[in-house]
């Protein structure tokens, strides 16, 4: 009954390739969030969703392409690693009323390390 | 900068004493959320104040929040080494997610 969940936990792999991160969640929110923190612990959105929506695109290079086939999942697909994006990212999700970003809810977050 | 800083960034108490942990930010809010993290884990919420607001109470944990200044303060009473964690303000300025300041880690030695 995890109500945020992401695959993989850990993902080691090497520079230039292309690799996925899988998130879903179970409490019927709208909205859906991709961040991304770094060594010094500095959270940092990249996108977020609201019903299938891109609704936040931070300037997040194009080699990250979010896709939401429905407002329960938001995958994160990286092209061409590089060893900067070795970080630790979190999905996250919040049911937001009126406008406003109400609690999030976390995944346990998938560690990719770029070699 | 970023939208939310904490301060001290690193606290090392005794269990049993309180610890308190700051945060500043720069534009105007919605609301103010406190999240802790656990070592290699997710964020969890612990309690969200909202603009209008100048105190919450949850359990050991009370959050106030004063929008002159820009500062909201998170105390933890009476604390335990299971408190031990990274603690984090999130601000909600109506841009449809949150900022998230860099945290203060906080050691509570048994």
């Known amino acids: 009954d995890t109500a945020v969940s992401q695959t993989p936990k850990y993902l080691v792999t090497q520079m230039g390739n292309d690799k996925s991160i899988k998130c879903e969640q179970n409490?019927?929110?709208?909205?859906m969030y991709w961040y991304k923190q770094d060594s010094k612990k500095f959270l940092k959105i990249m996108f977020s969703y609201n019903n299938k929506e891109l609704i936040i695109n931070e300037t997040v290079p194009n080699r990250f392409s979010p896709k939401s086939p429905d407002k329960a999942h938001l995958n994160l697909h990286i092209n061409s690693l590089e060893l900067g994006d070795s970080a630790v990212y979190f999905c996250?999700?919040?049911?937001?009323?009126?406008?406003?970003?109400?609690?999030?809810?976390f995944g346990p977050g998938t560690r990719l390390t770029v070699l | 900068s970023q939208q939310g800083e904490e301060d001290p960034q690193a606290l090392s108490i005794q269990e049993g004493e309180n610890a308190t942990m700051n945060c500043s930010y720069k534009t105007s809010i919605n609301n103010l959320q406190w999240y802790r993290q656990n070592s290699g884990r997710g964020l969890v919420h612990l309690i969200l104040i909202r603009s209008n607001e100048r105190e919450k109470h949850s359990g050991r944990l009370r959050v106030t929040l004063d929008t002159s200044k820009k500062s909201s303060s998170l105390l933890i009473t009476a604390s335990r080494a299971a408190d031990t964690a990274s603690y984090f303000c999130a601000t909600d300025t109506g841009r449809r997610a949150l900022t998230f300041g860099s945290g203060t880690r906080l050691q509570v030695q048994p």
């Open positions: 409490l019927g929110h709208d909205t």
């Open positions: 996250a999700s919040s049911q937001d009323r009126g406008g406003g970003t109400d609690t999030q809810y």
